[in-house]
Structures are given as structure tokens and as C-alpha cells.
């Protein structure tokens, strides 16, 4: 089907910046819908940003104005570009893609998920 490999967590100051980067491969028919979210210890995963093929974007408010999300469609790839870091950033982050692949009988479509990188800030 389709796996994704994300990279470019690591521990950072607050104030700091960080790139994250989610590569999709497989039997990839098209790809919809990239996009990141992240989840803490007992909270529900939530959404950071999304982006469409066309490039339509939408952000969690609390990162409007200091994350970007970007995609190589070309390279099946999403970045999410964090700047202006906060503590409250800390989490694992998750990369998601809603993707149409190859299967013997056709296409199937489904939502995939990446295994996580962990982002965290210090104070």
C-alpha cells in the first residue's frame, strides 16, 4: 500500500526552529491530502496542517503565523517548516496522507499514517 517515513525531530530551545519531513512511497496512485499532526501523553491527536495537491493549506491556530506547511508532489513529499518553537510544541508529531493506491483488482483509497518523530522544546 503506501508507507510513510518521517525525519527531522530532535530537541530544540525555545525560539528555535525545526524542518519536518514526511516521504511517501508504495503502489501510489495519487496522493490527496498531506498533512502533520501531533499527539502529547493522554491528550487526542490534533491536527497542525494540511495541505491539498492544489495547495490549499489549513493551520491549527495556535501555529498560524510560525509553521508552514509545503509539498514536492513530484517527490511525494510534505515538509512542515516550524519556527518561533514554544514548549507547548512539544509532541510527537504525525505524518498523514490520504492516498489512492494500486491494489491487483484496481485502486483503493485510504488514510495512512507515518510512525512518529518527536519534537521537544525546551523552556
Known amino acids: 500500500q503506501v508507507q510513510l517515513v518521517e525525519s527531522g525531530g530532535g530537541l530544540v530551545q525555545a525560539g528555535g526552529s525545526l524542518r519536518l519531513s514526511c516521504a511517501a512511497s508504495g503502489s501510489i496512485f495519487d496522493i490527496n491530502v498531506m498533512g502533520w499532526f501531533r499527539q502529547t501523553p493522554g491528550k487526542q491527536r490534533e491536527l497542525v496542517a494540511t495541505i491539498t495537491g492544489g495547495g490549499s493549506t489549513v493551520y491549527a491556530a495556535s501555529v498560524k503565523g510560525r509553521f508552514t506547511i509545503s509539498r514536492d508532489i513530484a517527490k511525494n513529499t510534505v515538509y512542515l517548516e516550524m519556527n518561533n518553537l514554544e514548549p507547548e510544541d512539544t509532541a510527537v508529531y504525525y505524518c498523514?496522507?490520504?492516498?489512492?493506491?494500486?491494489?491487483?483488482?484496481?485502486?483503493?483509497?485510504?488514510?495512512?499514517w507515518g510512525q512518529g518523530t518527536q519534537v521537544t522544546v525546551s523552556s
Open positions: 498523514n496522507a490520504q492516498a489512492t493506491y494500486y491494489t491487483r483488482r484496481g485502486t483503493g483509497e485510504s488514510a495512512f
